[in-house]
């Protein structure tokens, strides 16, 4: 089978020591998102994250962030890409996933574990992405995240 | 990554996921239970033993499956879980929607 799904990687210097980027550029296709996250984390340099967190927290805030960059970024436009680039350092992942919407307001998302919200098919995304790594911090826009995982 | 669906002797309608439950291949799986709902299935577990990952939408779907499952008169049950899924369940609160058991075994007998 042909996939557009084409990663690319590099080890750089930078700040004293050698990290590896990976990049990857995802079609507007939630189709793509399992294969994506599959393809990254099978090329993850071993080091900072234990094969457990790159099994479970890595593969699934992957899985989230491209999944709503596709739906809520990139609204399944087929003319339109998400933006995958994983930093990976000694002792540290950076996960940073780009769309080319407009962006959104991440303090608008409600609580799903609200009782009123517990039983609804969709608006966990966020909520679990946040629990999953140290750290997510939205760009001024809205349209591109960065993950962060410390080593472990 | 793909499902399994085998009825026990009970009736119960038993469901592999192997691989991972997520936004790319959640609608297979709902097509697949519901297909089961409608040939007469009332009794659902979902079987994690072989399962990576969930993400928010293969808990969405669990949700709404158990749901409409409910409105029939039947019951959908998890087992399986691992410690990172069954943690993604708690604080989800979605560990207070579903009845949650050890092993597939446990989930059959709870019947």
Redesign the interface.
């Known amino acids: 089978m042909t996939t557009p799904l084409h990663l690319d990687v590099r080890r750089r210097a930078g700040g004293g020591e050698t990290e590896t980027e990976l990049s990857l550029d995802v079609p507007s296709d939630l189709k793509y998102v399992g294969p994506a996250v599959e393809l990254i984390a099978g090329r993850l340099p071993s080091g900072p994250l234990s094969p457990r967190r790159i099994r479970f927290n890595f593969r699934t805030a992957l899985a989230e962030a491209l999944a709503n960059a596709i739906a809520y970024g990139n609204h399944h436009d087929p003319a339109r890409v998400v933006r995958v680039l994983v930093q990976v350092g000694h002792d540290v992942v950076r996960l940073h996933v780009t769309d080319e919407g407009d962006g959104f307001d991440p303090d608008e998302v409600p609580d799903p574990t609200l009782p009123e919200r517990l039983e609804l098919e969709d608006g966990r995304g966020l909520f679990v992405l946040r629990r999953l790594v140290d750290d997510v911090a939205f760009n001024a826009k809205g349209n591109s995240v960065c993950l962060t995982l410390l080593a472990g | 990554?793909s499902f399994t669906l085998r009825k026990d002797k009970h009736s119960v309608v038993v469901v592999g996921v192997d691989g991972?439950l997520?936004?790319?291949?959640r609608q297979e799986l709902k097509q697949k239970v519901l297909d089961a709902l409608e040939g007469g299935g009332r009794k659902f577990v979902v079987d994690f033993t072989k399962t990576?990952?969930?993400?928010?939408?293969g808990?969405?779907?669990l949700?709404?499956l158990s749901?409409k499952i409910r409105e029939q008169g039947g019951d959908l049950r998890l087992c399986g879980l691992n410690e990172?899924?069954q943690t993604?369940f708690e604080?989800?609160?979605?560990d207070?929607?579903f009845a949650i058991t050890r092993t597939s075994e446990e989930a059959l007998a709870a019947f």
Do not use: A, R
């Not at chain 2, 997520?22 to 291949?25: R, T, Y």
């Not at chain 2, 990576?52 to 939408?57: L, R």
């Open positions: 990554m991972q997520i936004v790319g291949n990576g990952y969930i993400d928010s939408s808990l969405g779907v949700v709404s749901k990172d899924l993604l604080l989800t609160k979605l207070t929607l």
